[in-house]
């Protein structure tokens, strides 16, 4: 405990520009485009930034926002449904080039709410001054990318086939009415990859913020009100299962884009009463090895393992969550993990250089002790020093040697700073970890030896969705498709492949003949079509 006896500050030692100026009372919903004011209950938001006063520790309350029912969910998914008629709606049948106007437009208001956005990621959800802003800026950047793809796309369809006297021109079009929600440790960023990909192709969404990370939405709902027509986007809050719940059992959401765990991917889908309907995109659990061989440059293996571990406090889905190390280097990775990990500053986000941060979650710190008293029942130790020590809602990271399968670290998803390390002998057993793992997104490799690992990569390949070599796991660049495997994911993602992923081909064909020519000539001639059409987007 000493180590954090003043992690948390007082009142005066918070820095006056990063200080929350009052309150943040999030009372406004938006439905059918408008911004309704909610007077029933309200959820308390708890900052994982602990006050301290005096000896005492306090629970710091910056915000509530609405707990909305099932009538006001039912509400926004009306409002969805009308708004694209069946596909007839004006924003499903409106031009490429007048959607990507809307979005244009709101790329230029959001910008204006940076400072709002990046301060309240930091209070919320503990994350630090440099990465809010990464996760900011990077998502400006995935939107701007998105409309650059999507111009892409449409000057590659903007042409006729022949094939066997059949003229025909492929098109993309909306899928129908979106339910999509994020994750509360990349709020913003992962919950932006499918909302602005499921707006822009078309279709109109529902759209529910995370558990955690809900505040920052504040900013951006009247920036959501004005760029894009009444119904388009609705933005609820709430319980799940009363918000939800209601919503998929309806039958009326034709897609189903959700980043969280894969159990409650599957009672959500559930409840859709006809299944084969409903299109899902999904970013779900992962318990991403490190395979560290013989031959390994330690260094290398080192700097990445550790940033891949311990960035975001562990808290990221494509963080390395467990550490095979092959016991001839062993003993030489663990001292230089655990040298490394004592140079990681922590403390409270706005702090420079800040590394480790409070953890947002109701009970982590209380889940990750019981992991690591279960590690120790069955063999393991806390190798670094101050490992595991707690204070409130900050977790000092805890290193775990030797660790082996009879112990939950090795099987569950920690999304924390607890780094199960498991020695090895045989290539077999870490090829046998990833066959036998129920999760599939990411591995990393590291060695010299390029026979190895060719063979490690053609063993392992139809194991996860990205192989890395000498590098941690990660999402991006985000042109590259982020996939998953098994209970990881379903669906790809990218900023190619999410266009694809809300959308759906459509084929507008005729025989080869004059009279069918003319019409087809007449049609892009007038510009009588939004779909059957010669012009693209510039």
């Given at each position: 405990?000493?180590?954090?006896?003043?992690?948390?500050?007082?009142?005066?030692?918070i820095?006056?520009?990063?200080?929350?100026?009052?309150?943040?009372?999030?009372r406004?919903?938006?439905?059918?485009?408008?911004?309704?004011?909610?007077?029933?209950?309200?959820?308390?938001?708890?900052?994982?930034?602990?006050?301290?006063?005096?000896?005492?520790?306090i629970?710091?309350?910056i915000?509530?926002?609405?707990?909305?029912?099932?009538?006001?969910?039912?509400?926004?998914?009306?409002?969805?449904?009308?708004?694209?008629?069946?596909?007839?709606?004006?924003?499903?049948?409106?031009?490429?080039?007048?959607?990507?106007?809307h979005?244009?437009?709101?790329?230029?208001?959001?910008?204006?709410?940076?400072?709002?956005?990046?301060?309240?990621?930091?209070w919320?959800?503990?994350?630090n001054?440099?990465?809010?802003?990464?996760?900011?800026?990077?998502?400006?950047?995935?939107?701007?990318?998105?409309?650059?793809?999507?111009?892409?796309?449409?000057?590659?369809?903007?042409?006729?086939?022949?094939?066997?006297?059949?003229i025909?021109?492929?098109?993309?079009?909306?899928?129908?009415?979106?339910?999509?929600?994020?994750p509360?440790?990349?709020?913003?960023?992962?919950?932006?990859?499918?909302?602005?990909?499921?707006?822009?192709?078309?279709?109109?969404?529902?759209?529910?913020?995370?558990?955690?990370?809900?505040?920052?939405?504040?900013?951006?709902?009247?920036?959501?009100?004005e760029?894009?027509?009444?119904?388009?986007?609705?933005?609820?809050?709430?319980?799940?299962?009363?918000?939800?719940?209601?919503?998929?059992?309806?039958?009326?959401?034709?897609?189903?884009?959700?980043?969280?765990?894969?159990?409650?991917?599957?009672?959500?889908?559930?409840?859709?009463?006809?299944?084969?309907?409903?299109?899902?995109?999904?970013?779900?659990?992962?318990?991403?090895?490190?395979?560290?061989?013989?031959?390994?440059?330690?260094?290398?293996?080192?700097?990445?393992?550790?940033?891949?571990?311990?960035?975001?406090?562990?808290?990221?889905?494509?963080?390395i969550?467990?550490?095979?190390?092959?016991?001839?280097?062993?003993?030489?990775?663990l001292?230089?993990?655990?040298?490394?990990?004592?140079?990681?500053?922590?403390?409270?986000?706005?702090?420079?250089?800040?590394?480790?941060?409070?953890l947002?979650?109701?009970?982590?710190?209380a889940?990750?002790?019981?992991?690591?008293?279960?590690?120790?029942q069955?063999?393991?130790?806390?190798?670094?020093?101050?490992?595991?020590?707690?204070?409130?809602?900050?977790?000092?990271p805890?290193?775990?040697?030797?660790v082996?399968?009879?112990?939950?670290?090795?099987?569950?998803?920690q999304f924390?700073?607890?780094?199960?390390?498991?020695?090895?002998?045989?290539?077999?057993?870490?090829?046998?970890?990833?066959?036998?793992?129920?999760?599939?997104?990411?591995?990393?490799?590291?060695?010299?030896?390029?026979?190895?690992?060719?063979?490690?990569?053609?063993?392992?390949?139809?194991?996860?969705?990205?192989?890395?070599?000498?590098?941690?796991?990660?999402?991006?660049?985000?042109?590259?498709p982020?996939?998953?495997?098994?209970?990881?994911?379903?669906?790809?993602?990218?900023?190619?492949?999410?266009?694809?992923?809300?959308?759906?081909?459509?084929?507008?064909?005729?025989?080869?003949?004059?009279?069918?020519r003319?019409?087809?000539?007449?049609?892009?001639?007038?510009n009588q079509?939004?779909?059957?059409?010669?012009?693209?987007?510039?």
């Open positions: 405990m000493k180590i954090l006896e003043n992690i948390f500050p007082t009142s005066e030692q820095p006056l520009e990063w200080k929350l100026d009052n309150f943040t009372e999030q406004e919903y938006l439905i059918n485009g408008e911004l309704r004011t909610w007077n029933g209950p309200m959820k308390v938001v708890i900052s994982p930034i602990s006050i301290k006063n005096g000896t005492q520790i629970k710091n309350s915000g509530s926002t609405p707990l909305l029912t099932e009538k006001e969910s039912l509400q926004a998914l009306d409002s969805a449904v009308n708004a694209y008629g069946n596909g007839t709606g004006e924003w499903p049948t409106m031009s490429i080039e007048k959607r990507i106007a979005i244009e437009q709101f790329v230029v208001e959001m910008k204006k709410q940076r400072i709002s956005v990046v301060k309240l990621l930091m919320e959800i503990g994350k001054l440099p990465d809010s802003e990464k996760e900011f800026d990077r998502t400006i950047i995935y939107i701007e990318d998105t409309i650059r793809e999507l111009k892409n796309l449409d000057h590659g369809n903007s042409k006729f086939e022949n094939e066997e006297g059949i025909a021109q492929i098109r993309r079009v909306p899928l129908g009415v979106a339910l999509c929600m994020g509360y440790n990349y709020p913003l960023n992962e919950t932006f990859t499918t909302l602005i990909p499921a707006l822009i192709m078309g279709n109109t969404v529902v759209f529910k913020p995370a558990k955690y990370g809900v505040l920052f939405m504040k900013p951006l709902m009247k920036v959501f009100q760029s894009f027509p009444k119904g388009v986007i609705n933005i609820i809050y709430g319980k799940g299962r009363e918000t939800v719940g209601a919503i998929m059992a309806t039958g009326k959401i034709d897609v189903f884009a959700f980043i969280g765990i894969n159990k409650g991917a599957s009672d959500i889908k559930k409840l859709h009463p006809k299944p084969h309907r409903l299109r899902s995109v999904l970013g779900l659990d992962a318990k991403n090895p490190a395979f560290i061989l013989h031959d390994a440059d330690i260094d290398t293996a080192v700097s990445e393992t550790i940033a891949g571990s311990l960035s975001f406090n562990g808290q990221r889905c494509t963080a969550k467990i550490i095979f190390v092959h016991e001839s280097i062993a003993d030489a990775f001292k230089k993990y655990t040298n490394s990990l004592t140079k990681l500053k922590f403390g409270m986000p706005w702090e420079k250089d800040v590394k480790i941060t409070p947002p979650e109701i009970g982590k710190t889940y990750l002790k019981e992991l690591v008293k279960d590690a120790k069955f063999g393991a130790d806390i190798i670094n020093e101050n490992g595991g020590e707690i204070n409130d809602t900050f977790f000092y805890a290193v775990l040697f030797p082996n399968s009879q112990m939950r670290i090795y099987h569950e998803e924390g700073p607890v780094v199960p390390i498991v020695p090895y002998t045989d290539i077999e057993e870490i090829i046998n970890y990833s066959v036998q793992s129920n999760f599939g997104q990411q591995l990393s490799v590291f060695g010299t030896d390029s026979e190895n690992i060719g063979l490690l990569i053609d063993e392992l390949a139809n194991q996860v969705g990205r192989i890395n070599i000498n590098a941690q796991c990660q999402r991006g660049p985000d042109n590259y982020f996939i998953g495997r098994k209970d990881s994911a379903e669906g790809t993602l990218s900023v190619h492949d999410a266009l694809r992923a809300f959308s759906i081909r459509i084929l507008i064909s005729t025989k080869d003949n004059p009279v069918n003319e019409i087809f000539k007449t049609i892009v001639r007038e079509s939004n779909y059957l059409r010669l012009d693209y987007v510039f």
